[in-house]
């Protein structure tokens, strides 16, 4: 059974400084991994999708790699800004006839002014 | 630019009471989901739809029914809620059931079993 877990479960940082949050998942035979943002009391909006053949994918300050060998990913945030703090959530999608997401439990970051 | 609506946003009922959360998506997607968020444990998946007309339980469906209206409703139902139901739900659609398709969202539902 697939499980994703996400470290750490909060982090608090500086404005300007540059971070990683980490994904790890159980089960490498993945069609892809998605990272999430979610602020508070609304849904998830997608931030970035990388497919199990490519190693990253890169949006603006945002870097998600992936090695699926070791069942990793992380997203780097550059030049972190307070408009930045929300939950970030990892997301798999399975291969075979479920094809379906499962989901960390998120990193809640807050950029602090 | 609705993308996802889910109505309503906000529900409180008494143990033992019936409802419906009611998710409806204008992007002509084919896939649609219903997925329960709980602190602590993630995004669990209640149930999906791959199309029009089809239906599966995901990880977490004792509870629930659900029912595909058509390409655009997915709805969810409680027959007899319970307190261990208390939870944000969330519906999701996507294009189709490939790798390159990443789900879009709506804003959820507060659900909360008294």
């Known amino acids: 059974k697939q499980e994703v877990t996400q470290i750490p479960a909060a982090l608090s940082v500086p404005e300007g400084e540059n971070l990683v949050l980490n994904c790890s998942f159980t089960d490498s035979a993945i069609y892809n991994l998605q990272w999430f943002r979610q602020d508070p009391g609304k849904g998830l909006t997608s931030l970035l999708l990388?497919?199990?053949?490519?190693r990253e994918q890169t949006s603006g300050r945002l870097n998600a790699s992936l090695d699926k060998s070791s069942g990793r990913s992380t997203l780097y945030i550059a030049a972190s800004q307070p408009g930045d703090s929300a939950t970030y959530l990892c997301a798999v999608k399975g291969g075979g006839a479920t094809n379906k997401l499962i989901f960390g439990t998120g990193t809640l970051l807050a950029v602090q002014p | 630019n609705a993308g996802v609506t889910q109505t309503p946003k906000f529900q409180v009922l008494k143990t033992g009471q019936s409802m419906t959360l009611q998710c409806a998506q204008d992007m002509n997607h084919n896939s649609m989901y219903w997925y329960r968020q709980d602190p602590g444990m993630g995004l669990r998946l209640i149930y999906y739809?791959?199309?029009?007309?089809?239906?599966d339980k995901g990880e977490v469906p004792n509870g629930y029914n659900v029912s595909r209206l058509n390409k655009r409703e997915f709805s969810l139902r409680l027959e007899s809620a319970a307190p261990s139901q208390t939870s944000v739900y969330f519906c999701?659609?996507?294009?189709?059931?490939?790798?390159?398709?990443?789900?879009?969202f709506g804003a959820g539902t507060r659900l909360s079993v008294l």
């Open positions: 990388i497919q199990s053949s490519q």
């Open positions: 999701a659609s996507s294009g189709n059931w490939g790798p390159r398709d990443s789900p879009y």
């Open positions: 739809s791959a199309s029009e007309g089809t239906t």
